[in-house]
């Protein structure tokens, strides 16, 4: 029984014996033209070609955009924090002149 | 080891030059380049019908090929099978875009016309030849790709199994299926002209 269901039927009917046979006729390798190879490969060969030197220069390093931008901050940072230093000193000057001020002015009693 | 068109493809001496191009060596990729040209443009060719598009999408596959080769790894994939990828995914695109454009229905369009032009390439076709390629054109990308590689580049079905990404009891299951489908067609296409 188990080997009458394992029996293999044959595929290769008439059928499929003569498609294969018309498909073996009609497909077969196709040269391309000796002068589109010959340029093609001129092509890739320019393609591949040593780039001109000015093209390989290479760009500054992550690392020193990195430096460059923190010192930039850095020195910002620094001019802002003194700006209002100046401006706070300013101000204290100011004020100490108006007390000063303040101090010899005899006060008027309404008497 | 991959046998096409009756010559034998020497695995270790692709390996070998493949190293090479990956290293950006013009010469080695000029060999690969001539090794597989005509194998490419033949695929090619029977995927687009004519000559021009041959030329133009062989012209890409190896541009993108030589682009990418330094990515390339050897995983018991052939180096000619990863091209046929590169060749079969282009083809898809350039199908996709004229779909889109719809100058002229790719049913519509005069199949091998240009052969006139190449002399070198023409072949002698009966007409009941033309007919069948016509069918075979209307066929779905991937049996259209086994009929090529199996008839053309007489691939086994392992072979065809490493470049179409499949297993060989899987190719052998959709070479049945196509066969009786192009019979199909065959059929009634004959019915059609009768």
Redesign the interface.
């Given at each position: 029984m188990r080997k009458l269901l394992t029996k293999t039927i044959p595929?290769a009917t008439q059928?499929?014996r003569d498609?294969?046979h018309?498909?073996?006729?009609?497909?077969?390798?196709?040269?391309?033209?000796?002068t589109?190879?010959a340029q093609?490969?001129s092509?890739?060969?320019a393609?591949?070609?040593p780039r001109p030197a000015r093209l390989l220069i290479q760009k500054p390093p992550v690392a020193w955009a990195a430096i460059s931008l923190a010192a930039l901050v850095g020195v910002s940072l620094a001019l802002a924090a003194g700006v209002r230093v100046a401006i706070t000193l300013l101000a204290a000057l100011g004020l100490f002149q108006q007390l000063k001020q303040g101090a010899n002015t005899p006060i008027k009693l309404n008497t | 080891m991959l046998k096409a068109?009756g010559n034998v493809n020497h695995g270790p001496a692709d390996k070998e030059v493949l190293n090479d191009a990956a290293l950006?060596d013009?010469t080695a990729?000029?060999v690969l380049?001539?090794r597989y040209?005509?194998?490419i443009?033949?695929y090619i060719?029977?995927r687009t019908g004519n000559?021009n598009d041959?030329?133009d999408l062989?012209?890409r596959v190896?541009?993108r090929a030589?682009r990418h080769i330094h990515t390339y790894q050897d995983r018991g994939i052939p180096f000619s099978a990863w091209l046929y990828r590169i060749a079969h995914n282009l083809v898809a695109n350039w199908h996709r875009d004229n779909s889109r454009r719809q100058e002229v229905g790719l049913e519509d369009a005069p199949l091998y016309e240009n052969e006139r032009h190449?002399p070198?390439?023409t072949?002698l076709?009966s007409e009941?030849?033309t007919g069948?390629?016509e069918v075979?054109r209307q066929l779905p990308a991937e049996r259209q790709q086994l009929?090529?590689l199996k008839?053309?580049e007489h691939y086994s079905n392992a072979e065809i199994g490493l470049v179409m990404g499949r297993s060989e009891g899987a190719i052998k299951s959709l070479y049945?299926r196509t066969?009786l489908n192009?019979?199909e067609r065959?059929e009634k296409s004959s019915f059609q002209e009768m």
């Open positions: 595929i059928w499929r498609l294969e018309k498909l073996d006729s009609a497909l077969n390798p196709i040269a391309p033209s000796a589109f190879v093609l490969k092509r890739l060969s393609a591949r070609a | 068109n950006g013009p990729f000029g380049y001539e040209v005509g194998r443009y033949t060719y029977y000559h041959a030329e062989t012209s190896f541009f030589m190449y070198e390439a072949l076709r009941e030849q069948l390629l075979v009929l090529i008839f053309v049945h066969l192009l019979r065959l």
